[in-house]
């Protein structure tokens, strides 16, 4: 028997985004289930997730991505977590074999991608803070070591990417070209999107003080 791969998704209102996400995901040789968290969504974000075939998630309110993400995790028996964002744009089957071939054949612990060729803002994003980004393969042994990720909120990656270097975990690196993501602005306008914005990096940066991840 092969090994086990979830795709774990968390997602808060976003009916106009995961359609793109969850179809390439169905077409994934590598992928055994696919599981979406709604984190508190109001806007139909949960029924069209099981529409599209994936194993849904209701959590009753919003409480942030680390929380959405550890349900997801809890959830699945898969040896190797495959994270994805629900606004992707442009995302292929070969994104995801790219992501999670290094994991399932044991080179790596952890596999983060990084956008090129897609959109200039967030491939610029991603490849100056690359230990940010959100498109990543992990095997389930991470988690398991750190229990503390559901109240992490938007600093769950800072804290992957941190134990990953204290432990010396082996991490690769994947280029992901042609994806990008719909931006925080570009989904509930210029103030309330700076608002979001300004509120996912206090978060992320309380955890790289915490951590102090350079």
């Known amino acids: ?35 979406v ?3 508190g969504s109001t806007d139909g974000t949960a029924n069209l997730a099981r529409k599209l075939g994936a194993h849904v998630i209701e959590l009753p309110t919003n409480q942030g991505k680390g929380a959405a993400v550890m349900a997801g995790v809890k959830a699945t028996t898969a040896e190797v977590i495959l994270l994805l964002d629900a606004d992707l744009i442009g995302l ?9 071939t290094p994991i399932i054949s044991q080179q790596a612990m952890m596999a983060i991608g990084y956008f090129t060729a897609g959109r200039l803002p967030t491939d610029l994003s991603q490849q100056m803070i690359p230990y ?15 229990p503390d990720l559901a109240s992490s909120k938007y600093g769950i990656e800072v804290i992957m990417s941190h134990y990953a270097r204290v432990n010396c975990c082996k991490v690769v690196w994947v280029g992901l070209p042609n994806l990008s993501q719909v931006m ?5 306008g210029l103030v309330r999107g700076f608002i979001a914005r300004l509120q996912m990096y206090w978060q992320i940066i309380r955890v790289l003080v915490a951590v102090r991840l350079p």
């Open 1 to 35: 028997m092969g090994i086990k791969v979830a795709a774990v998704i968390p997602a808060y209102n976003e009916v106009k985004n995961i359609g793109r996400v969850l179809a390439p995901l169905q077409e994934s040789l590598e992928l055994s289930e696919v599981i």
């Open 37 to 39: 968290v709604s984190d």
């Open 92 to 100: 292929t089957p070969q994104h995801v074999k790219e992501l999670v």
């Open 132 to 146: 940010l980004n959100g498109q990543r393969a992990v095997r389930r042994e991470l988690f398991a070591a750190l």
């Open 184 to 188: 925080k602005e570009e989904k509930v």
